[in-house]
């Protein structure tokens, strides 16, 4: 299997300038959550072994996936694909809450309820904040002792080309992409 890359951060926490920055440095880069939503039978009894088959299968296509529900799929995709990396893109919990919400409609949505397990956002802030704390201190702990298959990354904080680059052992020198800036 081929060496792969897969960006496990939360929506909203640059997961978009990551794609791009990837694409400029000439991965091919899968969203994966563009291609789920319109093809999964969310009444499925076995949802969430779909769900998964439809992941490692998506990421046969790409050099690189982002977007959810990868952040839920890393030990899946760490079997299928040994010496691939992994970048876990953070930001402040209360920011990318605040982010959330201001970016995405509180309808119900499959995609979402499965993720978060709640149907909306509203009147769940403290169930959404307490499963991104989680998800990101587990992804963290499971790759402890391999730090050259995890970058965490905060690129609110100013990480960006530096950490990218000398995480895949590329070089880049043109400004790091920020699709969406000042948006939520």
């Known amino acids: 299997m081929s060496q792969k890359i897969f960006c496990i951060g939360f929506q909203k926490t640059g997961t978009s300038s990551l794609a791009r920055a990837l694409s400029m440095l000439g991965y091919q880069v899968g969203d994966a959550v563009k291609q789920l939503n ?3 039978d969310w009444q499925d009894p076995a949802l969430d072994q779909r769900l998964r088959d ?4 998506f990421a046969a296509r790409f050099e690189a996936l982002q977007d959810s529900p990868c952040a839920f799929f890393y030990r899946a995709f760490d ?3 040994p010496r691939s990396k992994f970048i876990l893109t953070l930001r402040a919990p ?3 809450l605040e ?3 201001r970016y995405f409609p509180d309808g119900n949505n499959p995609l979402r309820k499965w993720m978060y ?3 909306r956002l509203a009147g769940n802030e403290a169930h959404y904040l307490a499963l991104y704390r989680r998800q990101n201190a587990e992804i963290i702990e499971y790759f402890k002792d391999r730090p050259q298959d995890l970058l ?4 609110s904080k100013g990480d960006g080309w530096h950490e990218l680059v000398d995480f895949l052992g590329k070089d880049f020198l043109k400004p790091f992409p920020h699709v969406n800036k000042g948006k939520p």
């Open 38 to 40: 319109a093809g999964m």
């Open 54 to 57: 439809f992941m490692l299968d």
């Open 79 to 81: 079997q299928a694909y």
């Open 94 to 96: 209360e920011d990318w």
């Open 99 to 101: 982010s959330y919400r």
């Open 117 to 119: 397990g709640v149907d």
């Open 152 to 155: 965490v990354m905060d690129l």
